[in-house]
Nanobody, 123 residues
Framework: QVQLVESGGGLVHPGGSLRLSCVASGTSMGNMAWYRQVPGKQRDLVAGITSGGLTNYGDSVQGRFTISRDNAKNTIYLQMNSLEPEDTAVYYC???????????????????WGQGTQVTVSS
């Protein structure tokens, strides 16, 4: 059974940092990504990563967030720095077993999703 489990969310002040983790179990993963969603809006890409480590970022997080992965642990991370209130959302881990040469994937290419972890940026 394939499962994605996120951790690391919480409440942080503006300008602070958080690190999210997502562990995949049941199979080794190819492309993986982080998405986020606020109530009433669509789920937006935060960052994606190939199995080889190529990355792609959403415009609003470029330069502040860093996605990385440890293939031996079947885990991806999202280091979030200089957090802003606008970053408040539920963050979801997404994955597919397929290996693409690009990290720029549409949301429809991800087959597995985590349950989400809340990130709240507030003073």
């Amino acid at each position: 059974q394939v499962q994605l489990v996120e951790s690391g969310g919480g409440l942080v002040h503006p300008g602070g940092s958080l690190r999210l983790s997502c562990v995949a179990s049941g199979t080794s993963m190819g492309n993986m990504a982080w998405y986020r969603q606020v109530p009433g809006k669509q789920r937006d890409l935060v960052a994606g990563i190939t199995s080889g480590g190529l990355t792609n970022y959403g415009d609003s997080v470029q330069g502040r967030f860093t996605i990385s992965r440890d293939n031996a642990k079947n885990t991806i991370y999202l280091q979030m720095n200089s957090l802003e209130p606008e970053d408040t959302a539920v963050y979801y881990c997404a994955a597919t077993r397929r290996r693409f040469t690009s990290a720029r994937l549409g949301i429809q290419n991800y087959d597995y999703w985590g349950q989400g972890t809340q990130v709240t940026v507030s003073s």
